[in-house]
């Protein structure tokens, strides 16, 4: 059974820090571009940011610079680094794991910037 589960989100005031991890099992994790997602209330699910097996990544335009993700295959494990958090970075962030015709999305954890 393949499981994603992501943790690491909470309550942070703006200009803090967060580190976002999705502990992925059931599949072969090396293989496997891993994304995050993020969804705002109201808002729908937009891209943050990517890696690919390789090690490849790609970022949404507003996080560049601020976000940065990476992978540790030892662990099965994607990470998500936040720096310099805005209000707007407010929202659900999930993980996603894809190959070929294959996807497979964690739960979420929920990621509030505010004073």
């Known amino acids: 059974q393949v499981q994603l589960v992501e943790s690491g989100g909470g309550l942070v005031q703006p200009g803090g820090s967060l580190r976002l991890s999705c502990a992925v099992s059931?599949?072969?994790?090396?293989?496997?571009?891993m994304s995050w997602y993020r969804q705002a209330p109201g808002k729908q699910r937009e891209s943050v940011a990517s890696i690919t097996s390789a090690g490849d990544t790609n970022y949404v335009e507003a996080v560049k610079g601020r976000f940065t993700i990476f992978r540790d295959n030892a662990k099965n494990t994607v990470y998500l680094q936040m720096n310099s958090l805005k209000p707007e970075d407010t929202a659900d962030y999930y993980c996603?794991?894809?190959?070929?015709?294959?996807?497979?999305w964690g739960q979420g954890t929920q990621v509030t910037v505010s004073s």
């Open positions: 996603r794991a894809n190959f070929k015709i294959w996807q497979h």
């Open positions: 059931g599949l072969t994790f090396s293989i496997y571009n």
